[in-house]
Nanobody
Framework: QVQLVESGGGSVQAGGSLKLICTPS?????????MGWYRQAPGKERELVST???????SYPDSVKGRFTISQDNAKNTLYLQMNSLKTEDTAVYYC????????????????WGQGTQVTVSS
């Protein structure tokens, strides 16, 4: 069973930084899935924050571009989200996701989600 465990959330003042960490329970996730971070603020839908493909290609929406950086360390089997210049509107629960997992382990594309970690940015 694949599990994604997030950590690194917390409270910070606007302009500060946080680094989120996602550790999958299995080592083959990065080569088989598109990894990403999503967030959900109270009363809002879950939204994409960043994705990274197995070839290292990353993407960001305009709302976080230039402030957030996604990366992965295959040797440590860890996914990161470095968040700088945080704004109050970045406050949300942040989720790690492994999406469109393909390969002999899955009969059909499969996605997994972590339990989420709270990020609170105060003014």
């Amino acid at each position: 069973q694949v599990q994604l465990v997030e950590s690194g959330g917390g409270s910070v003042q606007a302009g500060g930084s946080l680094k989120l960490i996602c550790t999958p329970s299995v080592g083959y996730i990065f080569s088989s899935c598109k990894m990403g971070w999503y967030r959900q603020a109270p009363g809002k839908e879950r939204e994409l924050v960043s994705t990274i493909s197995s070839d290292g290609t990353s993407s960001y929406p305009d709302s976080v571009k230039g402030r957030f950086t996604i990366s992965q360390d295959n040797a440590k089997n860890t996914l990161y989200l470095q968040m700088n210049s945080l704004k109050t509107e970045d406050t949300a629960v942040y989720y790690c996701a492994a999406q469109s997992c393909r390969g002999r382990r899955w009969p059909a594309p499969t996605s997994y989600w972590g339990q989420g970690t709270q990020v609170t940015v105060s003014s």
